[in-house]
């Protein structure tokens, strides 16, 4: 079992930066693939970016270059600093841990983008 818990979530003015983290309890932590997601209002959960156990990342065609996706294992942590901030990146962020076949989410943080 996996708890993930978000923070860092805001309002932020478009060109802004905020820096999301994820918290996760559990033992397996360090063997999951770890991921951002976001959802829109009215929209399907989208995949923002993702780091493998292995520590390689990808990322979607909005975040490249913008976002950066990192994890600390020693703190069971996930960390996802976002730059030049977009009204379109406003949504809920989720963090996700895939164990085996096993999925886990947190509660979200909010992400607001506006003037």
């Known amino acids: 079992q996996v708890q993930l818990v978000e923070s860092g979530g805001g309002l932020v003015k478009p060109g802004g930066s905020l820096k999301l983290s994820c918290i996760g309890s559990?033992?397996?932590?360090?063997?999951?693939?770890m991921g951002w997601y976001r959802q829109a209002p009215g929209d399907q959960r989208e995949l923002v970016a993702e780091t493998s156990r292995l520590g390689y990342s990808e990322y979607s065609e909005s975040g490249k270059g913008r976002f950066t996706i990192s994890r600390s294992d020693a703190k069971n942590a996930v960390y996802l600093p976002m730059d030049s901030l977009k009204p379109e990146d406003t949504g809920v962020y989720y963090c996700k841990a895939n164990y085996g076949q096993c999925q886990f989410w947190g509660r979200g943080t909010q992400v607001t983008v506006s003037s």
């Open positions: 559990g033992t397996v932590f360090a063997s999951s693939n």
